[in-house]
């Protein structure tokens, strides 16, 4: 059995991460910095194999007190992200800041303090970047698309770094199946149209990325899409 944490654990695409490493047999560490409900919710369908943890990755401390209460770790995902709408004119300092310490510095602060603990157990680190990492643009979305760019520079610099003891890969999911996308959305009709296979993306689709990144030991400094094809449409 492997000992994994997963930040942003609730999220719609934590969850399903969560879910997936649950299923398999993993001891998972759902990681929240606000939705503890969910996380409880989560560890009362899956038993003692998902376990909830405060986990704040703007909060040094946050993270300290965590990585005391692990006794191992194996597999560190890198999923906690925030996004925002605003025109590069209308963006103000406090937004690209408040972005930029969440999805780089917050996913530094953590992967950070988890190498040690990695070190030991040879383990991997799979970090969630974004289709707009290598497709900006979609307008309204170049502090998130900038920092989405960061996560996958330090994706590929990190595994030069670590290895061969860790290895780190990236996935670059397209746009997520959530219940607030309706057919009436149009960004979900845009997103429909262009991709090859006409559709959003599964969430339990890159959850099986990221076990893939985990499982296939050949694999580090990697960017996997997965975006229904996207990007060749
Ligand atoms: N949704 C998409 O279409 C899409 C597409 C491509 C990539 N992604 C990426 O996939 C990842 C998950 O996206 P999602 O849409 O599933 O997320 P989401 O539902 O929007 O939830 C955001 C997550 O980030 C966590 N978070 C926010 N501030 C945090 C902090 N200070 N410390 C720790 N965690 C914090 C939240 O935790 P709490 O709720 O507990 O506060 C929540 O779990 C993100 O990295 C996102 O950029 C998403």
Same mark, same amino acid.
């Given at each position: 059995?492997?000992? $994994?944490?997963?930040?942003?654990?609730?999220?719609?695409?934590? *969850?399903?991460?969560?879910?997936?490493?649950?299923?398999?047999?993993?001891?998972?560490?759902?990681? =929240?910095?606000?939705?503890? +409900?969910?996380?409880?919710?989560?560890?009362?369908?899956? /038993?003692?194999? @998902? &376990?909830?943890?405060?986990?704040?990755?703007?909060?040094?401390?946050?993270?300290?007190?965590?990585?005391?209460?692990?006794?191992?770790?194996? &597999?560190?995902?890198?999923?906690?992200?925030?996004?925002?709408?605003?025109?590069?004119?209308?963006?103000?300092?406090?937004?690209?800041? *408040? $972005?930029?310490? $969440?999805?780089?510095? /917050?996913?530094?602060?953590?992967?950070?303090?988890? &190498?040690?603990?990695?070190?030991?157990? +040879?383990?991997?680190?799979?970090?969630?970047?974004?289709?707009?990492?290598?497709?900006?643009?979609?307008?309204?979305?170049?502090?998130?698309?900038?920092?989405?760019?960061?996560?996958?520079? =330090?994706?590929?610099?990190?595994?030069?770094?670590?290895?061969?003891? &860790? *290895?780190?890969?990236?996935?670059?999911?397209?746009?997520?199946?959530?219940? =607030? @996308?309706?057919?009436?959305?149009?960004? +979900?009709?845009? =997103?429909?149209?262009?991709?090859?296979?006409?559709? @959003?993306?599964?969430?339990?689709?890159?959850?099986?990325?990221?076990?893939?990144?985990?499982?296939?030991?050949?694999?580090?400094?990697?960017?996997?899409?997965?975006?229904? /094809?996207?990007?060749?449409?």
């Amino acid at each position: 059995m492997h000992t $994994i944490m997963v930040s942003g654990g609730t999220s719609t695409l934590g *969850r399903a991460i969560c879910e997936r490493f649950v299923k398999a047999g993993e001891r998972v560490y759902c990681g =929240y910095a606000s939705n503890k +409900k969910t996380a409880d919710e989560l560890a009362d369908s899956y /038993g003692s194999s @998902l &376990i909830p943890i405060h986990l704040d990755i703007q909060n040094p401390e946050s993270i300290a007190s965590v990585i005391q209460e692990l006794e191992e770790l194996d &597999i560190l995902v890198n999923n906690s992200g925030v996004f925002s709408v605003f025109t590069p004119t209308e963006l103000v300092e406090f937004e690209w800041q *408040r $972005i930029f310490d $969440i999805n780089v510095t /917050g996913l530094f602060r953590l992967t950070q303090q988890c &190498i040690p603990l990695l070190t030991e157990s +040879k383990g991997c680190i799979v970090n969630i970047a974004s289709i707009n990492a290598l497709h900006p643009g979609f307008g309204g979305t170049s502090h998130y698309d900038a920092s989405k760019g960061a996560v996958v520079a =330090y994706t590929k610099s990190l595994a030069k770094e670590l290895g061969p003891s &860790i *290895r780190v890969n990236a996935v670059a999911p397209g746009l997520l199946q959530a219940p =607030y @996308l309706d057919d009436a959305n149009p960004l +979900k009709q845009h =997103y429909e149209e262009r991709s090859l296979l006409h559709s @959003l993306v599964d969430p339990g689709d890159v959850a099986k990325v990221v076990q893939l990144l985990v499982d296939c030991k050949a694999m580090t400094g990697e960017l996997v899409g997965v975006d229904c /094809g996207y990007l060749m449409g």
